[in-house]
Nanobody
Protein backbone atom coordinates (compact mmCIF):
# COMPACT_ATOMS: atom_id res chain seq x y z
CA UNK A 1 0.00 0.00 0.00
CA UNK A 2 1.36 3.38 -0.99
CA UNK A 3 0.04 6.36 0.93
CA UNK A 4 0.02 10.04 0.03
CA UNK A 5 -0.71 12.59 2.74
CA UNK A 6 -1.78 16.14 1.98
CA UNK A 7 -3.50 19.16 3.46
CA UNK A 8 -0.89 20.58 5.78
CA UNK A 9 -0.25 24.28 6.06
CA UNK A 10 -0.08 27.30 8.31
CA UNK A 11 -3.02 28.13 10.56
CA UNK A 12 -3.59 30.39 13.54
CA UNK A 13 -4.25 28.98 16.98
CA UNK A 14 -7.92 28.16 17.38
CA UNK A 15 -8.30 27.47 13.68
CA UNK A 16 -9.01 24.28 11.77
CA UNK A 17 -7.28 22.20 9.15
CA UNK A 18 -8.16 18.99 7.37
CA UNK A 19 -5.60 16.40 6.31
CA UNK A 20 -6.15 13.72 3.71
CA UNK A 21 -4.41 10.45 3.03
CA UNK A 22 -4.90 8.68 -0.28
CA UNK A 23 -4.09 5.03 -0.82
CA UNK A 24 -2.65 4.14 -4.19
CA UNK A 25 -4.96 3.12 -7.03
CA UNK A 26 -3.65 -0.45 -7.15
CA UNK A 27 -5.03 -0.97 -3.64
CA UNK A 28 -8.50 -2.33 -4.17
CA UNK A 29 -11.41 -1.07 -2.12
CA UNK A 30 -11.71 -4.50 -0.48
CA UNK A 31 -8.06 -4.55 0.53
CA UNK A 32 -8.16 -0.96 1.76
CA UNK A 33 -11.15 -1.75 3.95
CA UNK A 34 -9.18 -4.43 5.78
CA UNK A 35 -6.49 -1.96 6.89
CA UNK A 36 -6.48 -0.03 10.12
CA UNK A 37 -5.51 3.55 9.24
CA UNK A 38 -3.80 5.96 11.59
CA UNK A 39 -2.29 9.38 11.92
CA UNK A 40 0.92 10.04 13.81
CA UNK A 41 2.92 13.22 14.18
CA UNK A 42 6.49 14.11 14.89
CA UNK A 43 7.86 17.45 15.98
CA UNK A 44 11.58 18.27 15.64
CA UNK A 45 13.62 16.55 18.32
CA UNK A 46 10.65 14.54 19.59
CA UNK A 47 9.47 10.99 19.21
CA UNK A 48 6.71 10.08 16.82
CA UNK A 49 3.41 10.55 18.64
CA UNK A 50 0.16 8.70 18.15
CA UNK A 51 -2.74 10.93 17.06
CA UNK A 52 -5.63 8.66 16.07
CA UNK A 53 -6.58 5.42 14.37
CA UNK A 54 -9.67 4.06 12.69
CA UNK A 55 -10.12 0.32 12.52
CA UNK A 56 -10.25 -1.73 9.39
CA UNK A 57 -12.24 -4.94 9.04
CA UNK A 58 -9.18 -7.11 9.86
CA UNK A 59 -8.33 -5.21 13.02
CA UNK A 60 -11.61 -5.11 14.85
CA UNK A 61 -14.89 -3.38 14.22
CA UNK A 62 -14.64 -1.44 10.98
CA UNK A 63 -14.79 2.25 11.72
CA UNK A 64 -13.99 2.17 15.42
CA UNK A 65 -11.86 5.15 16.38
CA UNK A 66 -9.36 5.90 19.11
CA UNK A 67 -7.50 9.11 19.91
CA UNK A 68 -4.40 10.23 21.72
CA UNK A 69 -5.10 12.18 24.89
CA UNK A 70 -3.61 15.39 23.54
CA UNK A 71 -6.04 15.56 20.60
CA UNK A 72 -9.16 13.96 22.03
CA UNK A 73 -12.30 16.07 21.51
CA UNK A 74 -10.46 18.32 19.02
CA UNK A 75 -9.50 15.97 16.17
CA UNK A 76 -11.69 13.57 14.20
CA UNK A 77 -10.44 10.70 12.08
CA UNK A 78 -12.63 9.25 9.35
CA UNK A 79 -12.37 7.09 6.26
CA UNK A 80 -14.10 6.75 2.93
CA UNK A 81 -13.45 3.19 1.84
CA UNK A 82 -14.94 3.61 -1.62
CA UNK A 83 -12.44 6.39 -2.31
CA UNK A 84 -9.60 4.71 -0.41
CA UNK A 85 -9.20 7.87 1.64
CA UNK A 86 -8.50 8.62 5.28
CA UNK A 87 -9.06 12.05 6.80
CA UNK A 88 -8.06 13.94 9.90
CA UNK A 89 -10.19 16.96 10.81
CA UNK A 90 -8.30 19.14 13.25
CA UNK A 91 -10.21 21.81 15.17
CA UNK A 92 -9.21 24.24 17.89
CA UNK A 93 -5.59 23.89 16.89
CA UNK A 94 -2.87 24.82 19.35
CA UNK A 95 0.77 25.80 18.77
CA UNK A 96 1.81 22.49 20.33
CA UNK A 97 0.05 20.70 17.47
CA UNK A 98 2.79 21.93 15.15
CA UNK A 99 4.36 18.81 13.65
CA UNK A 100 4.84 16.76 10.54
CA UNK A 101 1.78 14.54 10.29
CA UNK A 102 2.04 11.04 8.85
CA UNK A 103 -0.65 8.62 7.82
CA UNK A 104 -0.01 4.93 8.28
CA UNK A 105 -1.63 1.59 7.54
CA UNK A 106 -1.52 -1.92 8.93
CA UNK A 107 -3.60 -5.03 8.32
CA UNK A 108 -3.38 -6.40 11.85
CA UNK A 109 -1.36 -5.40 14.88
CA UNK A 110 -0.97 -5.72 18.61
CA UNK A 111 -1.19 -2.07 19.61
CA UNK A 112 -2.62 0.32 17.06
CA UNK A 113 -1.38 3.33 19.00
CA UNK A 114 2.23 2.17 18.56
CA UNK A 115 3.98 3.43 15.44
CA UNK A 116 6.11 0.29 15.39
CA UNK A 117 3.00 -1.74 14.53
CA UNK A 118 2.48 -0.02 11.18
CA UNK A 119 3.78 -1.38 7.90
CA UNK A 120 3.04 1.44 5.47
CA UNK A 121 3.65 5.18 5.77
CA UNK A 122 2.89 8.27 3.82
CA UNK A 123 5.53 10.93 3.27
CA UNK A 124 4.27 13.39 5.89
CA UNK A 125 2.67 16.79 5.67
CA UNK A 126 3.69 19.79 7.77
CA UNK A 127 1.19 21.52 10.02
CA UNK A 128 2.26 24.79 11.60
CA UNK A 129 0.06 26.50 14.18
CA UNK A 130 0.96 30.08 15.01
CA UNK A 131 0.11 31.68 18.34
Amino acid sequence: VQLQASGGGLVQAGGSLSLSCAASRHTTVHIFTTYTMAWFRQAPGKEREFVAFISGSSGGNLGDTYYGDSVKDRFTISRDNAKRMTYLQMDNLKPEDTSVYYCAAVRTGMDYSAYTDYDYWGQGTLVTVSS
